[in-house]
């Protein structure tokens, strides 16, 4: 055999080191992974990627530093891995982002110019050389897991609860005695006493963090985190060598992965949710007066932060210019998801009747 199909079968794939921030079991793993093999399959094997899980060359924390010192060819994580560095990574990866879901704050980056500020701010701000690709996922976070009933803002005030970042700051300042341990250390800490309260992710990963097992209210929604943006990074160099066709196609699969596995997750959860309840779990409505409350003194910290960094203005602004076209159109536009969903299963709806 000669001409272009020999080369096609003698052709040696080009495979890329990759390793997330997170466990094999983890949602963001499963699109990390996903997307690899999406990769693969839309080059017909010309370029594979390895999907190693958080530790298996570096330390979860390091994956940004890997990334771009090319230890790593591929790197996933969320923003919230680097928090210190730029008060910019809040409004880059998660909300309250001016009433925007998932879907909004997802089309904000491919829509409403969120790629290019990605870009500067990889580029500018943190100075990393790695090309990022956004892998929102399109649910909200529950506000948390807790001993008792909290029936009001009052309820939460000296209460150690475990929450992180500007969350954290937030509730500080509304009188809440925040702790901001990591994740694996949650079930123990609530076992022990040292917190009251956590905020972990949602039912699927909450479950099998076992939070169940050590408190059984769980009340939602939370504000501080109505979506939580990953990242998909390329080393830069890497990602130079590559040719504009294996460059769209990486592109177009982190699309693809991100989207098919919020389709899953969101039925994933659901179950798990319905499993929490057999075990005795009861599920709350988070009260207005603390969500509220909470976005209030959100916006308060959040003009602090823009009067520091002039990066984080220029995010919100271009956030909040977004929002002000899309939310108030779906808002006049789009049927209340409850009205209809009322209609058909209001008897199904999960959160404990008072």
């Given at each position: 055999?000669?001409?272009?199909a020999?080369?096609?079968?003698t052709?040696k794939p080009l495979v890329l080191k990759g390793?997330?921030?997170?466990?094999?079991?983890?949602?963001?793993?499963?699109?990390f992974?996903?997307w690899?093999?999406?990769?693969?399959?839309?080059?017909?094997?010309?370029?594979?990627?390895?999907?190693?899980?958080?530790?298996?060359?570096?330390p979860?924390?390091?994956?940004?530093?890997?990334?771009?010192?090319?230890?790593l060819?591929?790197?996933?994580?969320?923003?919230?891995?680097i928090l210190?560095?730029?008060?910019a990574?809040?409004p880059?990866?998660h909300?309250?982002?001016?009433g925007?879901?998932?879907?909004?704050?997802?089309?904000?980056?491919?829509?409403?110019?969120?790629?290019?500020?990605?870009d500067?701010?990889?580029?500018d701000v943190?100075?990393?050389?790695?090309?990022?690709?956004?892998i929102?996922?399109?649910?909200?976070?529950?506000m948390?897991?807790?001993?008792?009933?909290?029936?009001?803002?009052?309820?939460l005030?000296?209460l150690?609860?475990?929450?992180?970042?500007?969350?954290?700051?937030?509730?500080?300042?509304?009188?809440?005695s925040?702790?901001?341990?990591?994740?694996?250390?949650?079930?123990?800490a609530?076992?022990?006493?040292?917190i009251?309260?956590?905020e972990?992710?949602?039912?699927?990963?909450d479950k099998?963090?076992g939070l169940?097992?050590?408190?059984?209210?769980?009340?939602?929604?939370?504000m501080?985190?109505?979506?939580?943006?990953g990242?998909?990074?390329?080393n830069?160099d890497?990602?130079?060598?590559?040719?504009?066709d294996?460059?769209e196609?990486?592109?177009?699969?982190?699309?693809y992965?991100?989207?098919q596995?919020?389709?899953?997750?969101?039925?994933?959860t659901?179950?798990?949710?319905?499993?929490?309840?057999?075990?005795?779990v009861?599920?709350?409505r988070?009260?207005?007066?603390?969500?509220k409350?909470?976005l209030?003194?959100w916006?308060?910290?959040?003009?602090?932060?823009?009067?520091?960094n002039?990066?984080?203005?220029?995010?919100?602004?271009?956030?909040?210019?977004?929002?002000?076209q899309?939310v108030?159109?779906?808002?006049s536009?789009?049927p209340?998801?409850?009205?209809?969903?009322?209609?058909?299963w209001?008897n199904?709806?999960?959160?404990?009747?008072?």
């Amino acid at each position: 055999m000669t001409g272009p199909a020999q080369a096609q079968t003698t052709e040696k794939p080009l495979v890329l080191k990759g390793q997330s921030t997170h466990p094999a079991s983890s949602n963001f793993h499963l699109i990390f992974k996903l997307w690899a093999e999406t990769v693969e399959k839309m080059t017909a094997g010309r370029l594979k990627i390895e999907t190693l899980p958080a530790g298996a060359i570096v330390p979860p924390f390091e994956v940004f530093d890997a990334t771009s010192k090319n230890v790593l060819d591929v790197g996933m994580g969320p923003f919230g891995y680097i928090l210190g560095r730029n008060t910019a990574t809040i409004p880059m990866s998660h909300g309250p982002l001016y009433g925007m879901d998932g879907s909004d704050y997802w089309a904000w980056y491919y829509d409403g110019g969120g790629m290019k500020l990605l870009d500067e701010f990889y580029r500018d701000v943190l100075k990393l050389n790695v090309v990022g690709f956004p892998i929102p996922t399109d649910y909200p976070q529950g506000m948390g897991w807790f001993k008792k009933e909290i029936n009001s803002l009052g309820d939460l005030k000296g209460l150690k609860y475990r929450i992180y970042g500007i969350g954290a700051e937030t509730y500080g300042r509304l009188g809440v005695s925040v702790v901001t341990i990591p994740g694996g250390e949650i079930v123990p800490a609530m076992e022990r006493g040292v917190i009251e309260g956590a905020e972990w992710i949602n039912c699927e990963e909450d479950k099998k963090l076992g939070l169940h097992q050590v408190a059984k209210h769980y009340y939602t929604p939370g504000m501080h985190e109505p979506v939580t943006g990953g990242q998909l990074m390329i080393n830069s160099d890497v990602w130079k060598k590559l040719t504009p066709d294996l460059q769209e196609i990486i592109k177009v699969a982190s699309v693809y992965a991100t989207t098919q596995r919020n389709f899953a997750f969101n039925r994933e959860t659901a179950h798990a949710c319905q499993e929490l309840i057999k075990m005795g779990v009861q599920m709350h409505r988070t009260p207005d007066e603390i969500l509220k409350n909470f976005l209030d003194e959100w916006e308060k910290i959040q003009a602090e932060h823009a009067a520091k960094n002039p990066f984080y203005k220029k995010v919100i602004d271009s956030q909040k210019a977004y929002a002000e076209q899309i939310v108030p159109f779906k808002l006049s536009w789009f049927p209340p998801y409850n009205f209809a969903g009322e209609y058909y299963w209001k008897n199904k709806i999960y959160l404990t009747k008072k």
